[in-house]
């Protein structure tokens, strides 16, 4: 039996609002896409959040057995600064602002990206698939949806027609938006708009020969529309209805709401079974984003360089932070949740390292209740998991752990079957890396070395007084043998610097 078969996965479904046992469409292979970042700018740590939690569902499914192809995308072109495909072309502008190409643009913020997510310990996706290297795919997909009449071109952009999809399909049933309500909301359309309703939206967009990023299509140069690219991608790597679709939680409207209705439109079927969303990190309960300057970049906060920063936390700190809550939930930033978080994930840390350089010391007859007691946690690693991917309570099963490792780290033995040592051993160790991508750090804590050289020294000063020369030299070469050099100073004081 697979460790999924023995672990069913549940995934709450945006789509339902509901916990639903999780079956995919061709077993043992799972289709998972979640929406890239833009790469226009640095991404943030609340940009972060969401990869992480859709790194730790790739990491999970695989780790029980499932053949997941996760598909990732870089946006590079067409995202407005108006998700309904409007306003400023967000790449242009920064390139503008930057005196750069706009591909000089993508390639530094993906180059930043990749750099990020190695340092988060994000894994690299199965297909990290481009905007601009599906311009073809997304013609074809504009062809489609104007061929089945759901539609329409004006002036060289070729806009979605929400009226007519929702002739014969529902539209809003992911965001539970009610389409009277979008249209109160929005502002009445004049003579000259393109649209023929505030809802529609840009599948190809036409732009003005100063624009540098642009292509040849049917209907003149233009640009993809930014919802296309994925409902594009996903069909072109994961099929026309695939099992997981993840984003932040403010994407799902218009974002995945327009995907689903491109979908349909072209091919008559609904795209994903399992939608997922990730909610925000906050600040003082804001939405973290550039705009309202309140985000920081993951740079500033391993320098502690921000007005809102106290100090410098380290990555896997900052994981370990996002993974003590559930997805689902909004997270808040303060100063005092990360450092408790510090102190958190350095007792997990410690036990790492702790257990594996463990080996199992058998200790008289058997405990069967104790034997038990320590499977129920190595089954619950797994429970919490595959309900609905919950990090939270499954870093409280990892900190019970932890005081059992800490106790036989101490040399206190437990009488407990060795198969059941070993099967701990491994699941500390592979829900730590594998399946939370928490990895050891190494701890440079200088206050504590400066402590034991100031002991070193007063000893070997005190060698000296007592003229045993042959200790004092010896605690000097062998500092010096660590890369240490002690300097005697003029008024007996000694000093030393390391290499
Ligand atoms: P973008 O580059 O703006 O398209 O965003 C990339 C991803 O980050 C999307 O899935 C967004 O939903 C997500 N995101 C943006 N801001 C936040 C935030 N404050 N908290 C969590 N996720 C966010
Ligand atoms: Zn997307």
């Known amino acids: 039996m697979t460790l999924y078969e023995q672990h069913p996965v549940s995934i709450t479904n945006s789509l339902s609002g509901k916990k639903e046992p999780f079956v995919p469409l061709n077993p043992p292979f799972v289709g998972l896409y979640s929406c890239g970042p833009t790469v226009y700018n640095e991404v943030h740590l609340g940009n972060l959040r969401t990869f992480t939690a859709f790194d730790v569902v790739y990491r999970y499914l695989t780790h029980i057995g499932y053949r997941v192809r996760y598909v990732r995308n870089i946006t590079d072109a067409g995202h407005l600064t108006n998700d309904a495909g409007e306003g400023v072309d967000r790449i242009e502008e920064s390139a503008k602002l930057e005196q750069l190409e706009p591909m000089e643009v993508v390639q530094k913020y993906t180059t930043s990206f990749h750099e990020v997510c190695r340092i988060f310990n994000i894994l690299p996706p199965s297909i990290e698939p481009t ?3 599906h311009i073809v795919e997304q013609i074809e997909m504009v062809k489609k949806i104007l061929d089945n009449g759901y539609a329409y071109e004006t002036n060289g952009s070729v806009y979605f027609d929400v009226r007519r999809f929702m002739e014969k399909y529902k539209y809003g049933e992911l965001s539970g938006r009610n389409i009277d309500d979008l249209l109160e909301g929005t502002r009445e359309l004049d003579r000259q708009d393109e649209k023929r309703n505030s809802v ?5 967009k036409a ?4 624009h540098i990023q642009r292509w040849p299509s049917p209907w003149g140069e233009g640009i993809p529309g930014w919802h296309l690219e994925c409902s594009a ?4 790597y994961l099929g026309k209805t695939f099992d ?8 799902k409207f218009p974002h995945h709401e327009c995907e689903i209705a491109q979908n349909v439109g072209a091919y008559g079927v609904t795209p994903v079974r399992y939608w997922m969303h990730a909610n925000m990190l906050t600040v003082n309960g804001e939405k973290m984003s550039k705009s309202k300057g309140n985000s920081f ?8 360089a921000h007005p809102l920063l106290e100090k410098a936390y380290s990555p896997m700190a900052v994981r370990f932070f996002m993974l003590q809550s559930h997805y689902s939930s909004t997270l808040d930033f303060s100063n005092e949740a990360l450092s408790a978080a510090e102190k958190g994930f350095k007792k997990l840390s410690n036990a790492l390292g702790a257990i594996k350089k463990l ?3 058998p200790l008289g007859a058997e405990d069967h209740e104790l034997t038990k007691e320590l499977e129920k946690l190595i089954t619950a690693c797994y429970t919490n998991m595959s309900d609905d991917f919950n990090t939270a309570k499954t870093l409280a099963v990892l900190f019970e752990m932890t005081s059992w490792i800490n106790d036989w780290k101490a040399g206190k033995g437990t009488a407990i079957a060795s198969e059941t040592f070993e099967r701990f051993k491994q699941t500390f160790i592979s829900f730590m890396e594998d399946v939370l991508g928490l990895r050891e750090e190494e701890e440079h804590n200088q206050e504590m070395i400066d402590g034991i050289i100031q002991v070193l020294i007063e000893l070997r000063k005190q060698a000296r007084t007592n003229k045993n020369y042959a200790l004092s030299d010896k605690i000097r070469d062998d500092l010096k043998a660590l890369g240490i050099q002690l300097m005697d100073g003029k008024a007996g004081d000694m000093s030393y610097t390391i290499d």
């Open 131 to 133: 905007a601009t290297g």
């Open 244 to 251: 997981i679709h993840g984003g932040g939680m403010d994407l």
């Open 207 to 210: 732009v003005s020969p100063n």
């Open 297 to 304: 970049l993951p740079k500033e906060l391993f320098t502690g």
């Open 233 to 236: 991608m996903g069909t072109k």
């Open 359 to 361: 080996d199992f010391i």
């Open 200 to 204: 529609d939206f840009a599948i190809w």
